[in-house]
């Protein structure tokens, strides 16, 4: 089971910050906050990680809660092109520990 | 392109018949996942591979499926006798394997079982 909520979706307009919430209550001291994004018809793709520090690169950042029992995911000047599904995980990144994809938030960038 | 590469991205098939898809990942990736995703849910884990080894299947991956990476390299998915149920988008994705890995997706092949 996916150890994250999320909002099932949201809505930004063009240009403006879209800020996506997640709540991991349960996340482990050794469990990273994984974002990806799923444009329809494509696969799944990587935007960003962290661990208590907020992350930031090319394409988002990533606020993370002092507790990190939550995140914020922050694309700063939202396009058309991120109307996407955002999933928000949870994973060991030692080792192997798969991917658990839950049902993600849908964001929509109206013009 | 050397993204991860999949083969067919469309498949329509009876119910009963095998059907065999096909995944080239990205080069030097020593790490292949499977996934399957249906309609309004995210992906879900079937397998995964480490070079050839095939180290965790699902429990979703019932006898009627079949996952191969010879020479850990490409790797293909075989689902037997087909049901309605299998329809879904079947994914794959590679990885260099080390510590805070990044998972790249291919498109993904859709399997609609009629």
């Known amino acids: 089971d996916a150890k994250t909520t999320q909002p099932p979706s949201m809505d930004c307009a063009e240009g403006r910050a879209a800020n996506l919430p997640c709540n991991h209550s349960t996340i482990s001291g050794n469990e990273y906050v994984y974002w990806y994004r799923q444009i329809h018809s494509q696969g799944p793709q990587y935007i960003i990680h962290g661990l208590k520090n907020n992350e930031t690169n090319e394409m988002a950042s990533l606020i993370i809660t002092e507790d990190r029992k939550s995140s914020t995911l922050i694309l700063p000047h939202a396009t058309l092109r991120d109307t996407a599904v955002y999933y928000c995980?949870?994973?060991?990144?030692?080792?192997?520990?798969?991917?658990?994809f839950g049902k993600g938030i849908t964001l929509s960038v109206r013009p | 392109d050397t993204g991860v590469s999949q083969d067919p991205r469309h498949k329509i098939t009876k119910r009963g018949q095998n059907v065999t898809f096909r995944c080239d990942p990205i080069s030097e990736h020593n790490r292949l996942y499977w996934y399957r995703q249906t309609l309004g849910q995210g992906p879900e884990f079937l397998t995964y591979f480490q070079n050839e080894a095939q180290l965790e299947k699902s429990r979703l991956l019932s006898d009627r499926f079949s996952a191969e990476r010879p020479k850990g390299s490409f790797s293909t998915l075989e689902i037997q006798r087909t049901e309605q149920g299998d329809s879904a988008m079947y994914l794959c994705?590679?990885?260099?394997?080390?510590?805070?890995?990044?998972?790249?997706f291919g498109s993904g092949t859709q399997l609609s079982v009629l």
């Open positions: 994705a590679s990885s260099f394997g080390q510590d805070n890995e990044k998972l790249f």
């Open positions: 995980i949870v994973r060991v990144a030692l080792g192997v520990d798969k991917l658990t």
